[in-house]
């Protein structure tokens, strides 16, 4: 078996919960969904199988700690193989996902980032975390379940409604800001 990898790299996380905490992604190509605002281009990759991806994270960072798949849409290609690996080699893994495919059991922190329009199949996440479109959020609280909920302004160049999630979240306090901190300070 192997995974259609766009890049493995050793960075901080730079939103949601974990923002600021030091962490390999492992970044899947492609995703069901044709989000208009995503900034990845999936049309190169390379093909790694679990052994592989584990090499290449243990290249970046030996010590035992977290692994965040993300992509695309990781679900897609993420099983019980990658998963077990990771956890033998004493990973913490995350999963950064759109929540349209189910997911493998023993995945330690689930970001579930649901996008207008698609059909759920997780029902529980550790965080939601919505783009937010102008779209009022709320219909999510219905869909999934969570203790953290998280709205993230729509960042595309020369385009951001930062103060229009800040007021929204200002009405809204049970939703938490989340930034994409990483572009804020030059990082992957």
């Known amino acids: 078996m192997s995974y259609k ?9 730079g939103e949601g919960c974990h923002t600021g905490m030091p962490a390999v992604f492992v970044r899947f190509s492609g995703c069901n969904l044709r989000c208009p ?8 990759y390379t093909e790694l199988t679990a052994n592989e991806i584990l090499d290449a994270v243990q ?3 030996q010590a035992p700690l977290l692994v965040i798949l993300t992509g695309g849409e990781p679900s897609l290609q993420v099983d019980d193989i990658l998963i077990n690996a990771l956890h033998a080699a ?12 189910h ?6 922190w689930i ?10 199949t997780i029902k529980s996440a550790d965080e939601v975390k919505v783009v937010y479109t102008g779209i009022n959020p709320e219909h999510w609280k219905d869909e999934i379940h969570t203790s953290n909920w998280l ?17 929204y979240i200002l009405g809204h306090p049970e939703w938490r800001l989340s930034l994409q901190t990483h572009k804020l300070i030059g990082l992957r």
Do not use: M, R
Not at 103 to 108: H, N, S
């Open 151 to 167: 709205l993230q302004p729509l960042a595309k160049v020369d385009i951001t409604n930062t103060d229009e999630v800040v007021q």
């Open 37 to 44: 605002w995503c900034d990845t281009d999936f049309t190169t």
């Open 5 to 13: 990898i766009k890049e493995i790299f050793y960075s901080l996380q």
């Open 90 to 101: 004493g990973y913490t893994i995350a999963i950064e996902t759109n929540g349209t495919h």
């Open 103 to 108: 997911l493998p059991q023993g995945i330690d």
């Open 111 to 120: 970001t579930c980032s649901p996008k207008e329009g698609s059909t759920l």
């Open 59 to 61: 290249h970046l960072q």
